[in-house]
């Protein structure tokens, strides 16, 4: 039997480790205590026996523990920072949200046009590598991100150069709206080259750079030259001269120019350029097509990461992507109705607390724990800014037709998502009861469904077929599907099945 310890001892002085030990109760009894590992009787050893400690539960411990999550920034299971609900009341939170959404603030990274630019990019190494002079059109739809794309390859030419031991080339950027005369740009190319020189007699400025990339003066291995033109159709002239010169001057034989134009039109060069396509020296052409409807939502979330809370509901984001991707794609667009959408819920709120205190509200907290309906942009708040962008007489109408019309069109939305193209009254009818049922709206007849779509047809919304039949006569939906979610997304049962 193990010697018996008592209050003052430790229980394993003396005792191997694989042993048991026992303790000596208050009532006499002995309790017998769970095996320790050797390496633990060192550290019993050095501190006496008292009553044992009783341990908080894990969760007890990690809310009291000054590390805790609760005392930090939360995090979700995959380890990236939750969002805390912003403050619309906040004066500088709301000039952030403002200052990230606005045209002219530039994003860390440029996303969704990684393409475009390693086009462009390789372009400029191969000249600057060769010393070789060449041109390259960039066109596209306004709001694009074309001129943005190039002035991220312009640091990333200059970053390239300085790592392979190459000189950077010079850079001139201009926007050609800013050129009091078109033929200005001569003149600001040439002093690139001869800042330091006055220009003097009679030569033009053009002629001074045709003669100078004529003749070998510039020794081997000085700086190429890189020329961006932005909004280069404001030099297209009643000749065309300039734009066509400015385009030669990279065909000359000693020429160190390297030229990049920026524009709309994508047939631009085969236009107002065919002399130097039958000179085989027509331009290199990089087009940036619309942002498409997960672009643009990648390209606002990628804008709206920089804040540390959350602004808009994530259906709000893709209402806003899939409207203008279906306008237009043009991301300054989508930028401004986001903008809209918030001033929009800004001016909601004023007139919400004209009737409070306003020192109740200033400097009010909302925790995630506790979300407020009201303290991010809804559906309903992008819904009322894209109408105001892009109003159109089909959305008035839509949204002005009675509730079991809107339905009608809803179900069409709905059968022909499948890939049908057309479909008879009675299928659609089906589909227009499933929706009733569900939202707990009776009903109409046959008949009175029938004439309902004939209603739709004398508004241009629907297409009727022949049959002597109603149930069989053929309908084709007219309007665009995006136009009658639009419509429609401000009401919650359409809202659900439109989903």
């Not at 509901?313 to 306008?327: F, N, T």
């Amino acid at each position: 039997m193990p010697a018996i310890a008592d209050r003052n001892s430790s229980p394993f002085k003396g005792m191997p480790a694989a042993k048991s030990c026992e303790v000596v109760g208050s009532n006499g009894c002995y309790t017998p205590q769970k095996r320790r590992l050797r390496s633990d009787t060192a550290a019993v050893k050095e501190s006496p026996v008292s009553t044992p400690m009783k341990l908080k539960s894990p969760r007890r411990r990690l809310i009291s523990s000054p590390s805790s999550p609760a005392n930090q920034i939360k995090e979700d299971l995959s380890g990236k920072p939750v969002k805390k609900c912003w403050n619309p009341r906040d004066v500088e939170q709301m000039s952030a949200v403002k200052e990230a959404l606005h045209v002219s603030t530039a994003p860390s990274t440029v996303v969704c046009r990684e393409n475009e630019q390693k086009k462009v990019l390789d372009f400029c190494k191969t000249c600057v590598k060769q010393e070789k002079a060449g041109s390259l059109y960039v066109c596209g739809c306004p709001g694009t991100g074309k001129s943005l794309s190039m002035d991220k390859v312009k640091q990333q030419v200059i970053d390239w150069a300085t790592m392979e031991g190459l000189q950077p080339p010079e850079i001139l950027a201009m926007n050609c709206t800013s050129l009091s005369n078109t033929s200005v740009i001569f003149s600001k190319i040439l002093g690139m080259h001869q800042s330091k020189k006055k220009i003097t007699g009679s030569t033009s400025p053009l002629q001074h750079l045709q003669n100078l990339y004529s003749n070998k003066q510039a020794p081997s291995g000085s700086k190429m030259t890189l020329i961006i033109a932005d909004e280069l159709d404001y030099l297209i002239t009643r000749d065309r001269a300039v734009l066509h010169d400015l385009f030669m001057l990279t065909t000359f034989p000693f020429s160190r120019c390297i030229l990049i134009g920026i524009a709309n039109s994508i047939d631009l060069a085969d236009r107002f350029l065919p002399r130097l396509q039958s000179l085989n020296c027509k331009p290199m052409v990089v087009t940036f097509r619309a942002y498409s409807k997960d672009q643009i939502l990648s390209i606002l979330q990628e804008r709206l990461l920089v804040l540390p809370y959350i602004v808009f509901h994530q259906q709000a984001l893709e209402l806003c992507a899939r409207k203008v991707a279906a306008a237009s794609g043009d991301m300054r667009k989508a930028l401004s109705v986001c903008r809209s959408a918030v001033e929009i819920l800004e001016a909601e709120l004023r007139e919400s607390a004209s009737n409070l205190s306003l020192e109740s509200v200033e400097g009010e907290f909302i925790s995630p724990q506790t979300p407020q309906e009201n303290s991010t942009v809804r559906i309903d708040h992008m819904a009322l800014a894209l109408s105001k962008t892009f109003r159109s007489p089909i959305v008035d109408t839509i949204q002005s037709l009675p509730q079991h019309q809107q339905i009608i069109l809803c179900s069409a939305v709905k059968y022909f998502r499948g890939g049908k193209k057309d479909t008879t009254i009675g299928e659609l009818n089906k589909s227009y009861i499933d929706i009733c049922k569900s939202a707990l709206i009776p009903p109409v007849g046959i008949l009175e469904f029938s004439s309902m779509c004939r209603v739709l047809n004398d508004q241009g919304l629907f297409k009727l077929g022949q049959s002597r039949d109603d149930k069989f006569k053929r309908v084709t939906l007219k309007v665009d599907e995006a136009d009658i979610s639009f419509a429609l997304q401000g009401v919650r049962l359409f809202r659900n099945c439109l989903q």
